[in-house]
């Protein structure tokens, strides 16, 4: 069973950069044809998706966040990190990672497994 635990600080002020790490176990973030995704959902909205980090190394990101988001990873820990560079307000929410076999998943049903989700405020 692949899990995941999202981490980082729940409270960020505005214009600074959001960091997250995602740590999987049970599996490798390495595995073919994975892609390990950022997700998040702000109060009262539905889910959007940010970006992935497939199993080569390759990233896909959101058109409308691409400009500020950047995933990476630690393959010696089996870890990959969001980050979200000048954050408003508008960025609180609650962030997941997950994973797919899709590069540009649309849909909840589309993941394989979640993280529990990490709440981020962004508020001086």
């Known amino acids: 069973q692949v899990q995941l635990q999202e981490s980082g600080p729940g409270l960020v002020k505005p214009s600074q950069t959001l960091s997250l790490t995602c740590t999987v176990s049970g599996g490798s973030i390495t595995t073919n044809y994975l892609y390990w995704s950022w997700i998040r959902q702000p109060p009262g909205k539905g889910l959007e998706w940010m970006g992935s980090i497939a199993w080569s190394g390759s990233t896909y990101y959101s058109p409308s966040l691409k400009s500020r988001t950047s995933i990476s990873r630690d393959t010696s ?7 979200l560079s000048s954050v408003t307000p508008e960025d609180t929410a609650v962030y997941y990672c997950a994973t797919t076999t899709l590069v540009f998943p649309r849909s909840v049903n589309e993941y394989l497994y979640w993280g529990q989700g990490t709440q981020v405020t962004v508020s001086s």
């Open 77 to 83: 820990k089996n870890q990959f990190t969001l980050q």
